[in-house]
């Protein structure tokens, strides 16, 4: 089953940034920084990353993929005619094998109730399964998503961006400078801050990003993403904060999606679901947008 997605312009920003939770009624979205979170126990191994700013940030996806895994925090919000929405996660992420397990927990009037169960998502190449999804899917199916089809790549339809494009993101990075050192739960790292190009970073990405990425670039209002990036002395990725504009029918509006890792090396288990689990009836994604098959 597909979940499609739309363009979205300032009003009609929930069909994106809150698709996870079918609450597209809602004028707005997600992103920002949680609490900043870590494992604080890596020591200052050298100097720093060698090469350029661009060179440094640039080399994130494959830094991660060397260390193996990661524990995440993620938030994304969105203000948007005087309201402000925040969706917070927090989970683990295996980056070789490019799954993830990430527990998300909706603000309380985002549903409409208060009583909205956090969702479980599941992030692997090329898909999204989403449990506890609401707008009638039985409690014990998946909606699974075909991130290649979304126009957003999967950037915030989740509800937080998947580990692996945030990093993958950082491959069309431009203009890159070094602001500082800084220390981030206990970690020193180096604060740097530029501007990513969607469809640069789809074109350098790995193979299985590459289709997610590539929607992306098509979906978006602009393919300028501003971010900052917190790696630390061995280039490893702590935290980057990267904004999204949707305004293609409306005022522009910012999404900012973070996302914290810590507790590089622990253990990541994800077990896709069977086929027989994944629902394939209609999802009901609410005022703003129609039912999807």
């Excluded at 979205?29 to 940030?57: F, I, K, N, Q, Y």
């Excluded at 549903?111 to 999204?128: F, K, V, Y």
């Excluded at 999804?133 to 039985?138: E, F, I, L, T």
């Amino acid at each position: 089953m597909v979940v499609q997605q739309h363009r979205c312009g300032g009003g009609a920003l929930a069909v994106c940034a809150l698709a996870v939770a079918g609450v597209m009624s809602l004028g707005s979205g997600c992103s920002g920084a949680g609490g900043d979170g870590g494992d604080g126990g890596r020591a200052v191994a050298r100097a720093g990353p060698a090469g350029t700013p661009e060179d440094a940030v640039r080399r994130a996806a494959e830094e991660l993929a060397g260390a193996g895994s990661a524990e995440t925090r993620t938030s994304m919000e969105t203000a948007s005619g005087g309201t402000r929405v925040t969706i917070r996660g927090e989970g683990a992420y295996d980056f070789r094998r490019q799954l993830g397990r990430i527990r998300v927990v909706l603000p309380k009037d985002a549903a409409g109730t208060d009583g909205h169960r956090p969702i479980t998502e599941l992030l692997a190449p090329g898909a999204l399964y989403m449990k506890n999804r609401g707008a009638g899917v039985p409690d014990d199916k998946w909606v699974r998503i075909d991130t290649t089809t979304l126009e957003d790549g999967n950037l915030v339809t989740g509800g937080v961006t998947d580990p692996t494009a945030s990093a993958e993101l950082l491959r069309g990075a431009a203009g890159v400078t070094y602001v500082g050192r800084t220390e981030l739960a206990g970690v020193t790292v180096r604060h740097y801050r530029g501007t990513s190009d969607i469809g640069r970073a789809a074109r350098a990405a790995s193979p299985s990003s590459r289709g997610a990425l590539a929607a992306a670039a098509k979906g978006f209002s602009t393919d300028s993403v501003p971010f900052d990036a917190y790696l630390d002395d061995e280039g490893l990725l702590r935290k980057v904060r990267h904004r999204f504009t949707f305004g293609m029918q409306g005022p522009a509006v910012t999404v900012v999606s973070t996302m914290l890792l810590y507790g590089f090396g622990a253990p990541v288990s994800v077990e896709l679901p069977p086929e027989k689990d994944i629902y394939t009836g209609r999802v009901q994604r609410g005022s703003s947008g129609p039912e999807a098959p």
